[in-house]
């Protein structure tokens, strides 16, 4: 029963009881009393207290800017003031007085790479059994658990993420051993004592999903369903089922017992939770997109998604994005009919096109996994630009996170999120020299006091010394 109804039925019974004794007349029946409605569940508990660390009005001019939606400017200028881009344009943007100007000449400046798909914090460095928060390996479907329940704000992979890839926000999501594995959380980031602190103000939550071989393998294994893809199709549609139910009870406005899990999936249901679904093969993917259409939700983006090029136009039409990897595959056999052309191709069919990592590593090194793609396409004829493979990395993953009116891009009035990189960022030489994160200046290479350290870090040997 919902908290609050049980006690005010409580409550009504015993005043009637006692007007019966006072009066000796009979009151008036329940159904001349207006029906009491059900509480409302809080739908954010856990609220962001996300603030901006202090900036400054800043400036950086002559440099090549790429604004992130597929524009290009030559010897552009880029204003920050407010955490908030205030100007970008041409040469001959104007610049206000007694601000920092930095000079861009032979440079390069973007969006803040965005990472729709990490386990940073849920899988931490150092990785080691006590570490392991990603998969709550105990039901094929949890998804009342969050992922950002788990999140260590001290995990080192944070700054590396920022400094060596200029990683300004990314999507933490439980891992893939369950068909619903639970919510995901969209972070900033930058360095906090809470998870809060790091939450990016207003990011709808994601329900991450899973296809194909892990569930059937986790839990087959057990002796129990699922066991087979049919067996994944069966638990998935059995628990949607459910959930519709209960979110007709409760847009009914009838009263529920709480259910964490089916909270959760009523979300979804009503559009206000994303879903994000791991998922290697193209015909399990096409079949998750009818489960969809049954079910009345969207899928929000494929991740991994090696077969995405098999249906690419299907993707297209239906507005779903496609998180990919350059390169991983064969790893297992849902992995194995991959094509290094993949995301050239899935671009070229008009779909939603996000390069992501799934890896603590891979994190630092996204600009470079994106090139090795439009590498792949040059070698069949499909040259992308470099501006436009930027969206790749920053407007299409906001797009999909849910974000993309405030982040992803070099907009006025936009989240200052600015990577400055030290020459073409699809260069393997190329790294970040300077990142900031809503115009505050978080790492600066030329300076060893903008080098974020981990508190985890700080008295370990060799970690996180600054010369």
Not at 22 to 49: I, L, M, R, V
Not at 84 to 109: M, N, Q, R, S, Y
Not at 371 to 391: F, H, L, Q, Y
Request: aromatic share 8%; with cysteine; proline share 7%.
């Amino acid at each position: 029963m919902i908290k609050g109804v049980k006690g005010s039925l409580l409550a009504a019974v015993s005043l009637a009881l006692v007007g019966c004794a006072a009066t000796g007349k009979d009151t008036a029946s329940a159904s001349d009393k207006p029906a009491e409605k059900p509480a409302k569940f809080n739908k954010d508990p856990y609220p962001s207290t996300y603030k901006p660390y202090p900036g400054q009005v800043t400036a950086v001019r002559n440099v090549t800017i790429f604004d992130g939606e597929g524009g290009r400017i030559e010897n552009g200028t880029v204003l920050l003031a407010e955490g908030k881009v205030e100007a970008i344009g041409g040469p001959d943007t104007p610049i206000p007085a007694d601000i920092a100007v930095f000079d861009g000449t032979g440079k390069f400046l973007t969006p803040g790479v965005i990472d729709i798909h990490s386990h940073l914090g849920d899988y931490p460095s150092p990785s080691v059994d006590a570490h392991s928060d990603g998969n709550e390996a105990t039901s094929p479907t949890t998804p009342e658990v969050w992922s950002e329940h788990s999140v260590w704000p001290q995990d080192p992979g944070f700054s590396r993420a920022l400094a060596n890839g200029g990683v300004t926000s990314l999507q933490i999501l439980p891992g893939s051993a369950n068909l619903m594995g639970g919510r995901s959380i969209t972070l900033k980031n930058v360095p906090s004592r809470t998870v809060q602190g790091m939450k990016f103000p207003g990011a709808p939550y994601g329900l991450k999903m899973a296809c194909g071989e892990n569930p059937k393998r986790v839990y087959g294994g057990k002796g129990r369903a699922p066991s087979t893809r049919m067996g994944n199709f069966a638990v998935n549609r059995a628990t949607w089922a459910k959930a519709a139910a209960y979110k007709k009870k409760m847009d009914d406005g009838k009263a529920v017992d709480r259910d964490l899990a089916m909270e959760t999936l009523a979300g979804v249901l009503a559009g206000e939770i994303l879903v994000h679904n791991h998922c290697y093969r193209a015909d399990e993917m096409a079949l998750v997109i009818d489960m969809s259409k049954e079910f009345g939700y969207k899928v929000s983006t494929f991740h991994h998604a090696v077969e995405s090029y098999k249906i690419a136009d299907i993707l297209a039409k239906e507005g779903i994005c496609s998180a990919m990897w350059a390169d991983w595959w064969g790893f297992k056999m849902e992995a194995y009919d991959s094509v290094p052309e993949n995301i050239p191709l899935v671009y070229k069919a008009g779909a939603c096109t996000i390069v992501h990592s799934d890896d603590a590593n891979q994190i630092q090194r996204l600009n470079q996994e994106a090139a090795k793609a439009r590498a792949a396409g040059r070698r069949i004829g499909i040259d992308v630009s470099d501006e436009v493979a930027w969206t790749w990395l920053s407007y299409n993953p906001a797009k999909a996170l849910g974000i993309a009116d405030r982040t992803g891009s070099l907009k006025p009035g936009k989240m200052a999120d600015v990577v400055l990189w030290n020459g073409n960022p699809f260069s393997a030489y190329t790294r970040p020299e300077k990142v900031w994160i809503d115009g505050a200046l978080m790492f600066d290479a030329m300076d060893p006091k903008r080098r974020p350290v981990s508190d985890f870090e700080l008295g370990q040997p060799g970690e996180g010394d600054v010369k």
